[in-house]
């Protein structure tokens, strides 16, 4: 059986940087290695979804994701991240680098905002900015 594919469309924009803190905590780097196969870059790509995509996004609920699974440290718990294997595809139709879209549960972000994770980063990697439009291919990590 095929895997479930979705194309989401947006422009880059500045997060709030609350991605770096998170991503340099042990409880989650393990996971994400142990799961992911990389140690992310500690920050994300966020991309705002034009109106379809934000429309095609919520079509997300039949996916299957990989768990990085909530965890408490001495005095705070972390919570679970919804991770689903993209590929990032330019305008021009070139697939670049394989990543991960990620839905943490507890989040600041509206449901325009799509965050992305890497072992490299992303903005410099290709040299994106504020506003660049990017297309990205979302997968389920598991058969329907």
Not at 69 to 95: F, L, M, N, Q, R
Not at 132 to 138: G, N, T
Request: hydrophobic share 35%; with cysteine; net charge neutral.
């Amino acid at each position: 059986m095929t895997k479930t594919k979705l194309l989401l469309i947006g422009a880059v924009t500045t997060g709030m940087g609350d991605a770096k803190k998170f991503l340099s905590l042990t409880g989650y780097i393990d996971q994400f290695k142990s799961l992911l196969g990389y140690e992310p870059f500690p920050g994300t790509l966020n991309v705002t979804l034009n109106t379809h995509s934000i429309e095609i996004k919520s079509n997300m609920d039949h996916m299957v994701p990989i768990v990085i699974k909530s965890w408490t440290d001495t005095d705070k718990t972390y919570g679970s991240v919804d991770c689903y294997p993209a590929t990032i595809i330019k305008p021009k139709g070139e697939e670049v680098i394989p990543l991960h879209a990620i839905f943490p549960k507890r989040t600041h972000h509206g449901v325009e905002k799509l965050e992305l994770l890497s072992p490299v980063n992303l903005r410099k990697k290709l040299s994106l900015k504020d506003t660049d439009e990017l297309h990205i291919s979302i997968h389920s990590a598991g058969n329907e």
